[in-house]
């Protein structure tokens, strides 16, 4: 259950930042996003660290490999999208940069192979996930 509750926020999360359309701010001097050739950029206050990544297609959806960091720098999570859809690969990780789940995405479904894993590595979880027709 707290699997199924982790991932439910995780792609609520995602689902918000991915129709945010406006830029951000923290103050008039300081743009926490930024938008440039394809790729969108989002930092914490400070801007001294990068908060998400990943390529935006011509629609402002995500396109492409989108990673998220924590505040210290670790990539906590990595999504690869196709005009704002899940499609392919996804890893989500804990603040102590093991693992917590892994899986494939097809048409923003989970599909194949999904494997949960608690703090120190060991796999509580794995299920196969047939693709709908």
Same mark, same amino acid.
Not at 65 to 79: A, C, I, Q
């Given at each position: 259950?707290?699997?199924?509750?982790?991932?439910?926020?995780?792609?609520?999360?995602?689902?918000?930042?991915?129709?945010? *359309? /406006? &830029?951000?701010?923290?103050?008039? !001097?300081?743009?926490?996003?930024?938008?440039?050739?394809?790729?969108?950029?989002?930092?914490?206050? #400070?801007?001294?660290?990068?908060?998400? @990544?990943?390529?935006?297609?011509?629609? +402002? !959806?995500?396109?492409?490999?989108?990673?998220?960091?924590?505040? @210290?720098?670790?990539?906590?999570?990595? /999504?690869?999208?196709?005009? +704002?859809?899940? *499609? #392919?690969?996804?890893?989500?990780?804990?603040?102590? #940069? @093991?693992?917590?789940?892994?899986?494939?995405?097809? *048409?923003? &479904?989970?599909? +194949?192979?999904?494997? /949960?894993?608690?703090? /120190? +590595?060991?796999?509580?979880? &794995?299920?196969?996930? !047939?693709? *709908?027709?």
């Amino acid at each position: 259950m707290k699997h199924k509750f982790l991932l439910l926020l995780l792609g609520l999360v995602l689902t918000v930042a991915c129709k945010e *359309n /406006t &830029e951000k701010t923290q103050s008039p !001097q300081e743009s926490l996003v930024e938008i440039k050739d394809g790729l969108y950029s989002e930092w914490y206050p #400070g801007k001294k660290q990068l908060k998400f @990544r990943g390529a935006i297609d011509s629609m +402002g !959806q995500r396109d492409g490999k989108w990673e998220f960091y924590s505040e @210290r720098g670790l990539v906590l999570s990595m /999504t690869e999208y196709s005009h +704002g859809k899940r *499609n #392919g690969f996804s890893i989500v990780k804990y603040p102590n #940069g @093991r693992i917590n789940y892994r899986g494939e995405y097809s *048409n923003d &479904e989970q599909v +194949g192979r999904w494997t /949960t894993y608690d703090t /120190t +590595g060991k796999v509580i979880d &794995e299920k196969i996930i !047939q693709e *709908n027709p």
